[in-house]
């Protein structure tokens, strides 16, 4: 190789160099963005700040009008909306970050970098932001048309069989989750349809727990005068809200939160109740017979009694020792089911009975359940005796009837061929005396004297004149 070509090559190098230089440099001091630079892939190079925004908003804002995020659920589909959440992009901050590439650092620095970038593409990522808050409400939305409760099955005895409903499960957006896909989805750039986290909830009945319903535990009814009609209505009303309800296994029966207020408000009429060991009228008058007729199937279904309270006087329509009292403010009567499957609650009235059935499975067949009940203590009451000047000589008034007082113990004895082998004592109530108040007459009978002296005149003068 000659000089002269050695010469041409240097030659030729020495202006490559110069122009590489004389580029690079011109785009050190100048205006325009380096060559070989991309923003989101969009190249930006030889641009200069102002027509890099102008093209990059031209590309990507009406894309942006037009972006949607789908989000599914079955056969449900709604859409997220970028501009419903505010989604924006940051074009200062990615051209800046743009421009900045080849003037950052010391001139030998820079004009490294200029030649780097020659020779490798640069790519700046488009910043965004948007509003969080609104992606909540929107999964606040979403799920009021996803969210259903689940629907326990149900049961009702009807002519002697039991008819039973199937359960229907429910479902349930977890809005925390949804929320954080639908994050991660927007932050990765990803329109890729979502399926939403939605929970199936199983209903708390199901139709297989109501089949196990086969048997009558216990069954008991109390009397009542059907003629009195406010008390009558009474038990009734309140044993028409026992009826057809359901106790789940380990689950306490509650009457009061069954029944509910005793109120004029909710049907509930006057009649006698027993307040401070005296018969008064108040509302709702006649639910403790609805409370101690449940309690006696209660205990003849060998289930657990959790609370319990006796009258403190003795009840007309139940034996002592077998009653159960009831008051809205601080008395209750509860039993626990105690049994591995359900109970099922049937009460009715008919004519002057109120009876109460209690269904679940018996595992025990050929086992008896029956109630004793021990009077331990009399109490017998005083009398006082009032003399009354208005009733005649003789006349005996009972103004307030005298009742004994009692202390009674109650036990639950089971009976499995014929022999007692469960004795469980249950209560020993006191029934307190009830002193009694007798009004005496002390008017004299001096009209009827007088009548006895005209009848005598009347008689000696018909006999003068015989």
Same mark, same amino acid.
């Given at each position: 190789m000659?000089r002269?070509f050695?010469?041409?090559i240097i030659l030729?190098i020495l202006?490559?160099?110069?122009l590489?230089?004389?580029?690079?440099v011109?785009?050190?001091?100048?205006?325009?963005?380096?060559?070989?630079?991309?923003i989101e892939?969009?190249i930006?190079?030889?641009m200069t700040?102002?027509?890099?925004?102008v093209?990059?908003?031209?590309t990507?804002?009406?894309?942006?009008?037009?972006?949607?995020?789908p989000?599914?659920h079955?056969e449900?589909?709604?859409?997220?909306?970028?501009?419903?959440?505010?989604y924006?992009y940051?074009?200062?901050?990615?051209?800046?970050?743009a421009?900045k590439m080849?003037r950052q650092?010391?001139?030998?620095?820079?004009?490294?970098?200029?030649?780097n970038i020659?020779l490798?593409?640069?790519e700046?990522p488009?910043g965004?932001?948007?509003?969080?808050?609104?992606?909540?409400?929107?999964?606040?939305?979403?799920?009021k048309?996803i969210?259903k409760?689940?629907?326990?099955?149900?049961i009702?005895?009807v002519?002697?069989?039991?008819q039973i409903?199937?359960?229907?499960?429910?479902?349930?957006l977890?809005e925390e989750?949804?929320v954080?896909?639908i994050?991660?989805?927007?932050?990765?750039k990803?329109i890729?349809?979502?399926d939403?986290?939605?929970?199936?909830?199983?209903?708390?009945i199901m139709r297989?727990d109501?089949a196990?319903?086969?048997?009558?535990?216990g069954?008991?009814y109390t009397?009542?005068?059907?003629?009195?009609q406010s008390?009558s209505y009474?038990?009734k009303?309140?044993t028409?809200?026992?009826?057809?309800?359901?106790?789940?296994?380990?689950?306490t029966?509650s009457?009061?939160?069954?029944?509910?207020?005793?109120l004029? $408000?909710?049907?509930?009429?006057?009649?006698k #109740?027993? &307040?401070?060991n %005296?018969?008064v009228?108040g @509302?709702?008058?006649? +639910?403790?017979?609805?409370s101690?007729t449940?309690?006696?199937a209660?205990?003849?279904?060998?289930?657990?009694?959790?609370?319990?309270k006796n009258h403190s006087?003795?009840?007309?329509?139940?034996s002592m020792?077998?009653?159960?009292?009831i008051?809205?403010?601080?008395?209750?009567?509860?039993?626990m089911?105690?049994t591995?499957y359900?109970?099922?609650i049937?009460?009715?009235?008919?004519g002057?009975?109120v009876r109460?059935?209690?269904?679940g $499975?018996?595992?025990?067949?050929?086992?008896? #359940?029956? &109630?004793?009940? %021990?009077?331990?203590k009399? @109490?017998?009451?005083? +009398?006082?005796?009032i003399?009354?000047?208005t009733?005649?000589?003789?006349?005996?008034?009972?103004?307030?009837k005298?009742?004994p007082g009692?202390?009674?113990k109650?036990?639950?004895v089971l009976?499995?061929?014929?022999?007692?082998i469960l004795?469980?004592?249950l209560?020993?109530d006191t029934y307190k005396v009830?002193?009694?108040?007798?009004?005496?007459?002390?008017?004299p009978l001096v009209?009827?004297?007088?009548?006895?002296i005209?009848e005598?005149?009347?008689?000696q003068?018909?006999?003068?004149?015989?």
């Open positions: 000659d002269g050695k010469g041409m030729l202006l490559i160099i110069a590489i230089f004389g580029s690079a011109l785009f050190l001091t100048g205006e325009k963005i380096a060559p070989n630079i991309s892939g969009l930006v190079g030889r700040r102002e027509e890099a925004m093209e990059l908003k031209d990507f804002e009406n894309n942006l009008n037009e972006t949607y995020l989000l599914k079955g449900k589909l709604w859409q997220l909306k970028y501009q419903d959440i505010n924006s940051d074009y200062e901050k990615a051209v800046a970050e421009y080849t650092g010391n001139i030998f620095k820079r004009y490294v970098d200029s030649i020659r490798n593409k640069k700046v488009l965004f932001s948007y509003e969080k808050d609104d992606i909540v409400k929107l999964v606040n939305s979403i799920s048309e969210n409760e689940p629907i326990d099955a149900t009702r005895l002519s002697g069989k039991f409903t199937d359960e229907k499960s429910g479902s349930k977890n989750k949804a954080e896909m994050d991660v989805s927007i932050n990765h990803s890729a349809a979502i939403l986290p939605v929970e199936v909830i199983d209903a708390d297989t109501l196990r319903i086969t048997d009558k535990l069954e008991y009397t009542f005068n059907a003629g009195n008390r009474n038990i009303l309140a028409k809200s026992v009826t057809d309800v359901l106790v789940r296994p380990g689950g029966f009457l009061n939160k069954t029944i509910g207020p005793r004029s $408000k909710f049907g509930y009429k006057t009649a #109740v027993l &307040i401070n %005296e018969y009228d @509302i709702g008058g006649g +639910i403790c017979q609805v101690s449940l309690y006696n209660a205990l003849l279904s060998n289930l657990k009694i959790v609370e319990r006087l003795p009840s007309s329509y139940v020792g077998r009653d159960a009292t008051s809205s403010d601080h008395i209750d009567f509860k039993f089911n105690n591995k359900p109970l099922y049937y009460g009715e009235v008919k002057n009975q109460f059935s209690i269904y $499975k018996n595992e025990a067949h050929g086992r008896q #359940v029956k &109630i004793k009940t %021990e009077v331990i009399k @109490i017998e009451p005083k +009398i006082k005796i003399e009354d000047r009733l005649s000589v003789g006349t005996k008034v009972v103004q307030k005298a009742i009692y202390v009674v109650s036990y639950r009976v499995e061929n014929g022999k007692e004795v469980e004592p209560y020993t009830s002193d009694g108040i007798t009004r005496i007459g002390t008017k009209i009827q004297e007088e009548n006895i005209q005598e005149n009347i008689m003068e018909g006999i003068g004149t015989n």
